[in-house]
C-alpha cells in the first residue's frame, strides 16, 4: 500500500516538474497572455504590443508607453488527444473541457521615460482528464489540473532614445490536483496480515487470486504554494526598421503545502481460497474490503495527512528582432530556451509516519523554441497577424504518461487587430497546436506500451483602452 501512496506524490510532484515554465510547447503551459501576441505566434522579444502586455513578455516594452492602458482579454483553451493501447488495442479519449484563461494588465507613464505597470495572467491553467472508470493509466492518474495566478508589477525604462530596460517582480500563487485510482491486484500484502497468515515476503494480492486492474482506492492531492520570479529584459532600437530585443525570467522556488486524502473503493470481492494457517488463517469467502481496513485507519500508509514539497523552477529567457519592412509589414522572430537540466532533485514530506518521504530525480531536457510573426497594416484601423512556431519537448522518453503527455509541437496562429475608437482597440486570434504522436506508457513498469496524441484548438479575444 505504501507504493500506491508514494507513487501518488510522485505523479503530482512529475507534474509540477513537466510544466512550470509559460511556454505553450511545454506540457500544458500557456504562452497565451495576450490576444496581440497570440495573433502573432507570441513573437514579442523585440516588439511587444502597445496595450500593457510587455509586462510579462518583454518589460523593456514598457518604455516610452505613454498615458495610460488597460486591456483585459481571455483565451480558450479546447484540448483533444487520446491514447492507443498496443496490448488491449483500444484508445482512450481526453475529457478536457474547454479552459478559460485570463489576463489584466494596466499601465501608466510618469514621466516620457518611465512608464509603470501592473499585471496578471494565469501561465499554468489547464487540466488532462480521462475517464476514472475506463482509462487504463487511470493507475498512473486520471485528472490532473494546474492553476496559477502571476501579479507582476513592472517599470520599464528608456535609458537613450535607442535603448530600453524593464524590470518586474512576479508574486506566483499556484494551486495543484492530482487524482489516481489504485490497482489492488499490484499492491504487497500488508506485514500485519502476511506475516499472521504465513506468506512469505513480497506476496501481492495478485497471488491471492485479486485480478488486475482491481480499482480498490481513490487518491486525491490537493496542494498550493507560492513564490517569486524576476523578469526583466531590454529592447535596443538598432535603425528605424531594426530592433532587437530579449528577456530573462529567473529561477522561482515554489512551496507547496496540502493534504494527501485516499477513499476506499469497494471491490466486492472475497478469498477464493483458505489463506494461512489456523487459528491465524484467512478462511475463502473473507471479504477483501474488510482485510484492507487496516490500511486506511490511522497511521495506516493510505491515511489521510499533509504534505510539502519545495520546487524550483528553472530559469527561461528569449532574444529576438523586429524589422519594419514599409508601412505595412512587419517581420518578427524570437528564439527561446529554458534551462531544464537545472532541475535536479524533489523532496517530498509526509506527515504520516506510517508513509515514508520520497526523494525523485527528474531527468527532463532542456527545450528550445522557434517562433515567427508577422503583422500587415491593412488600413488605419485594421491590422492583420499570423505565425508559427515550433518547440521541442521536456519530458524525456522514459516518462511520457497521462500525467502530461506532452512532446514537440508545431503551431499557427492567426489574428486582427481593430481600432473600435480612438481610445478603444480589440483584437481576436485563434492558434492550432499539432502536437507531434509520441509513444509513452500507462504502467512505469512495463515501458511504454502505447502512443499518446495531442491536439488544441485556441480562441483569443482581447480588448483595451488608452487615455
Not at 402 to 422: D, K, Q, S, W
Request: proline residues 7%; glycine residues 12%; hydrophobic residues 40%.
Amino acid at each position: 500500500m505504501r507504493r500506491f501512496a508514494l507513487l501518488l506524490l510522485a505523479g503530482a510532484s512529475a507534474l509540477v516538474a513537466a510544466s512550470p515554465t509559460p511556454l505553450v510547447g511545454q506540457g500544458f503551459g500557456v504562452y497565451e497572455h495576450n490576444t496581440c501576441a497570440m495573433g502573432r505566434a507570441g513573437v514579442t522579444a523585440a516588439l511587444p504590443c502597445p496595450d500593457g502586455s510587455a509586462i510579462y513578455f518583454s518589460p523593456a516594452g514598457l518604455a516610452g508607453l505613454s498615458g495610460t492602458h488597460i486591456s483585459a482579454g481571455i483565451t480558450l483553451i479546447g484540448a483533444q488527444g487520446g491514447f492507443t493501447d498496443d496490448f488491449l488495442g483500444t484508445r482512450s479519449d481526453l475529457k478536457n473541457p474547454l479552459i478559460p484563461v485570463p489576463n489584466v494588465y494596466v499601465t501608466h507613464a510618469f514621466s516620457p521615460k518611465v512608464t509603470a505597470g501592473i499585471g496578471l495572467y494565469v501561465p499554468y491553467g489547464l487540466e488532462t482528464k480521462w475517464d476514472a472508470n475506463n482509462f487504463s493509466g487511470r493507475f498512473l492518474g486520471y485528472n490532473t489540473r494546474v492553476q496559477s495566478i502571476y501579479i507582476q508589477p513592472t517599470i520599464g525604462y528608456q535609458i537613450t532614445p535607442k535603448l530600453k530596460f524593464g524590470i518586474g517582480v512576479a508574486y506566483i500563487t499556484s494551486k495543484l490536483k492530482l487524482r489516481q485510482r489504485a490497482d489492488l491486484s499490484t499492491q504487497l500484502v500488508p506485514d500485519a496480515l502476511r506475516i499472521a497468515a504465513g506468506l512469505p515476503v513480497g506476496t501481492t494480492f495478485a497471488m491471492l487470486g485479486v485480478p488486475t486492474g482491481t480499482d480498490f482506492a481513490d487518491g486525491v492531492l490537493d496542494a498550493t504554494g507560492t513564490g517569486f520570479a524576476v523578469n526583466f529584459g531590454g529592447i535596443w532600437q538598432v535603425t528605424d526598421k531594426l530592433s532587437i530585443g530579449g528577456h530573462w525570467l529567473t529561477r522561482k522556488t515554489i512551496k507547496y503545502d496540502g493534504d494527501a486524502a485516499f477513499t476506499r473503493v469497494s471491490t466486492g470481492l472475497v478469498l477464493p481460497a483458505t489463506i494461512g494457517t489456523c487459528p491465524a488463517c484467512l478462511p475463502a469467502g473473507t471479504p477483501v474490503d474488510s482485510v484492507l481496513s487496516p490500511e486506511f485507519a490511522s497511521g495506516g500508509p493510505l491515511a489521510n495527512g499533509p504534505v510539502s514539497t519545495s520546487i524550483i523552477m528553472p530559469p527561461q529567457g528569449s532574444i529576438g528582432f523586429a524589422y519594419k519592412a514599409n508601412k505595412e509589414w512587419t517581420f518578427m522572430a524570437d528564439y527561446q530556451y529554458v534551462v531544464w537540466g537545472w532541475f535536479n532533485t524533489i523532496v517530498i514530506d509526509f506527515a504520516n509516519a506510517g508513509t515514508p518521504d520520497l526523494t525523485l530525480h527528474p531527468t527532463n531536457k532542456d527545450t528550445h523554441g522557434f517562433r515567427f510573426g508577422t503583422e500587415y497594416q491593412y488600413n488605419s484601423k485594421v491590422q492583420l497577424r499570423g505565425g508559427y512556431l515550433y518547440h521541442t519537448g521536456a519530458s524525456p522518453d522514459q516518462f511520457v504518461t497521462p500525467l502530461l503527455p506532452e512532446g514537440p509541437r508545431n503551431e499557427f496562429t492567426i489574428g486582427a487587430g481593430v481600432a473600435l475608437t480612438p481610445r478603444w482597440h480589440a483584437d481576436l486570434a485563434y492558434q492550432y497546436i499539432k502536437q507531434n504522436d509520441r509513444r509513452g506508457t500507462v504502467n512505469l513498469a512495463a515501458g511504454n506500451t502505447g502512443l499518446y496524441e495531442f491536439s488544441a484548438h485556441l480562441f483569443g479575444a482581447g480588448v483595451s483602452v488608452s487615455f
